[in-house]
């Protein structure tokens, strides 16, 4: 599957994004977001798995940020919500290399877009 990101931007402190990552085909897939920030190792942020009921959510993000996706249209969407400076980084969608896996946790992020960078200013 092939996967394009898109949304970030520049925003101060306090602001908000949802990024929206489009896949090719239909995404029968658990998928991700992870951010990579400069200087640093790339971090899990948020997974949803294939049929949109489970979630799961990184300490640093939890209550600030939403995973969603819509089926229909095959995209997976981030929320990002009272952001702050330390979540600039370079924001990249994945999505598992199984189909309709059960268990979220254990879902294995094979394929990935090209990232889309978030800026926030304090």
């Known amino acids: 599957v092939q996967l394009q990101a898109s949304g970030g931007g520049s925003v101060q402190a306090g602001g908000s994004l949802r990024l929206s990552c489009a896949a090719s085909?239909?995404?029968?897939?658990?998928m991700g977001w992870f951010r990579q920030a400069p200087g640093k190792e790339r971090e899990f942020v948020a997974a949803i798995n294939w049929s949109g009921d489970t979630t799961y959510y990184a300490d640093s993000v939890k209550g600030r940020f939403t995973i969603s996706r819509d089926n229909a249209e095959n995209t997976v969407y981030l929320q990002m919500n009272s952001l702050k400076p330390e979540d600039t980084a370079i924001y990249y969608c994945a999505a598992d290399r199984i189909k309709f896996r059960a268990q979220l946790e254990k879902a294995d992020f094979g394929s990935w877009g090209q990232g889309t960078l978030v800026t926030v200013s304090s």
């Open positions: 085909g239909r995404t029968f897939y658990a």
